[in-house]
């Protein structure tokens, strides 16, 4: 990931949106975890947290966890506030000095990789929650967070349109492997409850849903990756199927926004994080993006095969309610699907220009 005008406009608005004040006082002088500091919701709360320092001169330290160093932005990388842990997730966690707050973000969000590697996926889920609370509770933080999804809900029941945090939940077959991912969730949300209720950790769970923005890639199976992938190759978006699946997209700063407002200021742990006002259908989504680019003459074209798979994503139906995080602590979603991945195109497109100059150099 880079960081680009885009992003730095979102974090920004991050910050002003939180209450610029309230930030400061909220998180001076605090020392951060954050796990899957390489993916995008993880990304996105460090690049925030290193405006403040930047900003505001709050002294905020991060410790970045990642698998893998070479996907960590060097905006990240090389900032002096930040401390760089290369290690897998599934190992124990050892860390000097304080940590204050916990940010678990390292999970696989690909449909190929939850397909492929079912294992892997819930290890990061569960191992790594256990893990990343262990930690927490021996630093006695102030507050930690487990970034969940919309999954653990599972198929809803017949007639059912909304979940809302507290039921009821869907249906989910343990025994399907793919499932590793919402069953790995649903197992770390108990392991947050019960630090919660035994040790008295100021626990907070997040379920999101279908998040998108800069830092999301465009190869992980995901059909809206695959949409952006073809406009960014100007290629005609091909439809598999009718696209009648209908969902919520959120993009990725109004999301943080949420799960800012949440570690800082909600009394209680489960949270829906989604746009129900971007309810859209998958076929309405490509229609969207190709009309967001007219200059590229792209169309949609509907080709099924007649042995067509039926696809990665175990559940079809089911919206998130948010009447929760809106009612109690007035967070409001910004950017419409319109705007949002217009947002996300001007990234990636400022994203590979940048790549280029890297490779010339």
């Given amino acids: ?14 910050i002003t949106s939180c209450g610029v004040d309230f930030m400061i006082d909220a998180l001076k002088d605090k020392t951060f975890l954050i796990t899957g500091a390489s993916g995008m919701v993880g990304s996105y709360f460090a690049y925030t947290l290193l405006k403040l320092n930047e900003l505001y001169g709050t002294n905020i330290h991060i410790h970045a966890l990642v698998r893998n160093e070479s ?10 506030a930040v401390n760089v842990i290369v290690q897998d997730i599934t190992n124990s966690i050892s860390i000097p000095g304080n940590v204050h707050y916990v940010i678990h973000a390292a999970s696989p969000a690909s449909p190929k990789i939850m397909s492929k590697q079912p294992v892997e996926t819930n ?28 999954e653990i809900y599972g198929e809803p029941m017949e007639g059912q349109e ?30 947050c409850s019960g630090f919660r209720e035994e040790y008295g950790l100021n626990t907070k769970v997040v379920r999101l849903a279908h998040t998108y923005g800069p830092g999301m890639s465009i190869y992980d199976g995901r ?24 969902r ?47 200059e590229k ?13 039926k696809g990665t994503a175990s559940f079809k139906n089911g919206i998130l309610s948010t009447d929760k995080i809106r009612n109690e602590l007035g967070w409001a979603p910004k950017y419409n ?11 990636l497109e400022e994203e590979i220009k940048e790549d280029i100059k890297k490779l010339k150099k």
Wanted: glycine share 6%.
């Fill in 1 to 14: 990931m880079v960081y680009t005008k885009v992003v730095d406009q979102d974090v920004e608005d991050i």
């Fill in 297 to 309: 003459g792209l169309k949609l074209v509907i080709d099924i095969p007649a042995d067509a798979p």
């Fill in 123 to 150: 290890f990061a889920n569960t191992i790594g929650t256990a893990n990343t609370l262990m930690l927490a509770k021996e630093k006695k933080a102030l507050g930690y967070m487990f970034i969940s999804s919309r």
């Fill in 162 to 191: 909304l979940f809302t945090e507290d039921g009821p939940l869907g249906q989910v077959n343990p025994l399907v492997p793919r499932n590793g991912y919402a069953e790995g969730k649903k197992a770390a949300e108990n392991m």
């Fill in 248 to 294: 919520t997209y959120t993009y990725i700063s109004d999301a943080i926004k949420a799960m800012f407002m949440v570690l800082l200021k909600s009394k209680d742990m489960v949270y829906n994080i989604a746009d129900e006002d971007s309810k859209t259908s998958i076929r309405q989504l490509a229609e969207t993006l190709v009309q967001l680019n007219p």
């Fill in 337 to 347: 699907i319109r705007d949002g991945f217009s947002r996300t195109v001007e990234h």
């Fill in 71 to 80: 996907k960590l932005d060097t905006h990240i990388k090389d900032n002096p």
């Fill in 223 to 246: 059909v809206q990756a695959d949409f952006l992938n073809n406009v960014l190759h100007n290629q005609d978006i091909v439809m598999k199927s009718d696209g009648s699946s209908v």
